[in-house]
């Protein structure tokens, strides 16, 4: 009888120490100072350097890109969901007003491809370029049976650290506050499985169409990275005070928004008042989908809104746009019980 392997059995060593080989030259890009050692080792080793501190919070934040991952796969495309995976994980820790110190992610699949997964980690790379932070370690699980073939999971986990004073949770919003939106770039990594349903099944539209409204194929569209607003809160936070943040996604701003507010207050916005992407407009009215349905499945073109005086939001605005962030006073704050009202502008 034939002697097994693990090889035989669908798990490659030597092609997982090449991909490691590949990665190290990529995550050196990201390296922090306070970086000892990285990928390679057991465990990352980070020196947070206490001195440039008073009483330092350390703030975590873990999630995926779901299944926009199903996109990637049929177009062959993988170097965009690395950017939505640190993007989902940095603007999370972000609404506490934490810096972002350092990243891991987890890659599972049923079989590595050493360059697949290389276009994965370079997206991760840029991600974690953009958001300040080092690719401090990670694994790669090669997992036979478990996943169809030529597919992958991806997780990452983000460590960030604030001031226990400087914290921003929420606590100081009262009524009268503003309420600021920042754009998304579109749908960023949430409500993929309805929005595959309305335009890949139920309007049999193909990636490489390009619908009415989109300056692009749908496959560029629907892989559009998830933008991440780390230096847009770091433009701002000592020109104004932000009393609240809140990051847009997976339930929208209803979802969303009530997660930074004090007890009885709500948040009225303004429908109108900020521009939304076509790509919304074309799930909309393919599905069709009604309104409230898109409002708590989708960020209808807001990826995080931050909450300021009504004297400050102007002036907020002003920056974030100057950065390159468009940005719009969306509604206020009232008193109330109802999470989010819209109203008409």
Not at 25 to 32: C, G, I, M
Not at 105 to 114: G, P
Not at 319 to 345: C, D, F, R, W
């Amino acid at each position: 009888m034939e002697e097994l392997t693990y090889r035989a059995s669908g798990v490659d060593i030597d092609e997982a120490e090449r991909f490691v080989r590949l990665l190290k030259p990529l995550a050196e890009r990201t390296r922090r100072p306070e970086v000892l050692k990285g990928i390679g080792t057991f465990g990352g080793l980070f020196r947070l350097d206490v001195s440039r501190y008073r009483r330092p919070v350390l703030v975590s934040g873990t999630d995926g890109v779901g299944t926009k991952l199903k996109v990637a796969f049929m177009l062959q495309r993988h170097d965009t969901v690395g950017v939505d995976l640190v993007a989902m994980c940095a603007n999370d820790i972000l609404t506490l007003g934490a810096e972002p110190l350092f990243f891991l992610d987890y890659l599972a699949t049923e079989r590595l491809r050493a360059q697949v997964a290389l276009q994965v980690l370079e997206g991760i790379v840029r991600g974690c370029q953009e958001a300040g932070m080092s690719l401090l370690g990670g694994e790669t699980a090669e997992m036979p049976g478990f996943y169809s073939p030529g597919e992958y999971d991806l997780c990452g986990f983000a460590v960030g650290v604030v001031e226990e004073e400087e914290i921003i949770d929420g606590s100081a919003i009262s009524e009268g506050d503003a309420l600021v939106g920042l754009a998304s770039s579109g749908l960023h990594s949430n409500g993929y499985s309805l929005a595959r349903k309305v335009l890949l099944e139920r309007a049999g539209l193909g990636p490489q169409d390009r619908p009415q409204g989109l300056d692009c194929t749908l496959g560029e569209e629907l892989l559009r990275p998830t933008r991440i607003y780390v230096k847009a809160f770091k433009a701002l936070k000592d020109k104004v005070q932000i009393k609240g943040m809140a990051h847009i996604t997976g339930g929208g701003v209803p979802g969303n928004l009530p997660r930074m507010l004090p007890e009885g207050l709500k948040a009225v916005i303004r429908e109108g008042s900020w521009p939304v992407q076509p790509v919304f407009e074309l799930i909309q009215s393919h599905g069709p989908v009604a309104k409230e349905e898109m409002h708590r499945t989708f960020n209808m073109g807001l990826g995080f809104v931050m909450a300021l005086s009504q004297a400050e939001a102007p002036r907020a605005v002003e920056v974030l746009n100057k950065e390159g962030y468009p940005s719009y006073i969306i509604g206020h704050i009232e008193k109330g019980t109802e999470g989010v009202v819209y109203a008409q502008s």
